[in-house]
């Protein structure tokens, strides 16, 4: 894993993790790798994919570390991010939808 | 939507809805109109998306419907499906990622 | 409880925890009158919800036992298991939406 | 979908998906006008139905926007939302009960 | 129960459902007793899986709730804590693995 | 990961895995030996945890694989996963309880 997605991957917790349980920090992250080493599917579709994951999960904060995570990386905008949660809306219902609706509209202001 | 997004995504429990209560099978048409009319992302990304959504909530049938389309509809590889498949296999652990694998290889038969 | 919600409610697989494990057995039975000792709510409303809850969870099974046991308690309607079941296409999504919608189908042949 | 009906369920968020994403709003009232348009079951009733699956999904925010909202669309009662909750804790067990139940005191205060 | 696994395990809301519900509360302390009743398995490790099921579930107040219950029944340890999480990110996948570490940290502040 | 736990861990589909995507094979052994390498819960310990959080999802299909892997590994009891299951039933409600106890017969027969 290059250390751009690192940085933006792993939250502060991780920091912890990696001082306290290496062997287990550093099979996350060749879990990590591993995952976003995807042979036809570019990197920002799989991203796309894991913030659909999240956010049908109901998942306030991983929902809101993917939607940042994407928008500094790939300076994903609003709109891609409604795209998503069309998705989202379709295959996971109501609460889902309004809560991630939500999420991206705080980040926008 | 078109009549041949409707074929591939309705199943035949859909031909009875649409029979018997079609104004809950026109909200429904509606709502899948919506969802795929995405202003960004294209309609196969947002259907890797769903299937990506469908696999993590170790949705055998969902899953196996989502990549019979995605065959059908865009001639979708097994390296595509595996690269969705890795990210549920991130977010969403061991359990849904090996379920989805064996649906594919089933499929792939 | 008495003894037509006792068998209806608990399967075959219930009928071995009462023998093996009667403490166990006895606690759920407390539980289950208490959950379906209502103040205000009757109990077919109640099981309504239960089953709006298990189809929304995607349990096949848990669905079309609540769906059986419905239809020899209170003589239920399609009509008023697909008002159930709109409310769960609104709150969980197309998925289980239309994996319950299938089972109520195969019920009613 | 009445006005009343309309404004108790849409929250804040909503208000700018219909003006940004019109289409996709309109979709989202049909599809909500179809599932409360029960044949049979009324739609207090399929509100609370709706309640149980959000509480069973450990759905705060929606959980609580349930509870208002069937509080002030039906007056319903502390007793009638405990019915419904016993409900969530047979399905779905004690963290979904207990949380749900904190709501509930916390919008009696 | 004893008393002390009772104060432990419930928290506040308990007791004011134990004052309006009795029969409710009732049955929820017979469950409780009969669940950590094992006839194998010690009440300990009971509860090592109970934290990993909230965990799992992405349930930050029952997660959080469960790791003070056994820091204070059984003097629990970070590591064995972090033992239990790992079970969770290899069943469950990163966002509930890194929630509850977060919890975890924390904690221990 | 000595070769036992590999064997027994992983089934059919993950020997496709290994050869046509080896390095995702290669980053899952990395997790799972992380994983099972706790500092202090034993491994039997942590595979009965992880019984748990897969009957709690309601997966037939992991529920069934961990149960006959931990009666190979550990000659683990009927009373033993009961008591796992206690857990289930009182953090996850009736339906994953009884669908995991229909499995628990089966496996017995």
Chains 1, 2, 3, 4, 5, 6 share one sequence.
Do not use: H
């Not at 579709?45 to 109901?58: E, P, R, V």
């Not at 994903?76 to 809560?99: A, C, H, N, Q």
């Amino acid at each position: 894993m290059n250390k751009m997605k690192d940085e933006v991957f792993f939250g502060e917790g991780m920091a912890r993790v990696k001082k306290e349980y290496p062997e287990l920090y550093n099979a996350i992250v060749g879990l990590n790798e591993a995952v976003y080493a995807g042979k036809v599917i570019d990197y920002k579709t799989q991203k796309l994919i894991a913030l659909g994951i999240n956010a049908s999960a109901s998942d306030d904060r991983a929902t809101r570390k993917q939607m940042v995570s994407a928008m500094k990386e790939f300076k994903i905008t609003k709109d891609e991010i409604v795209d998503v949660l069309r998705v989202v809306l379709l295959t996971s219902g109501m609460p889902p939808f309004t809560k991630a609706m939500k999420i991206l509209y705080e980040l926008m202001e």
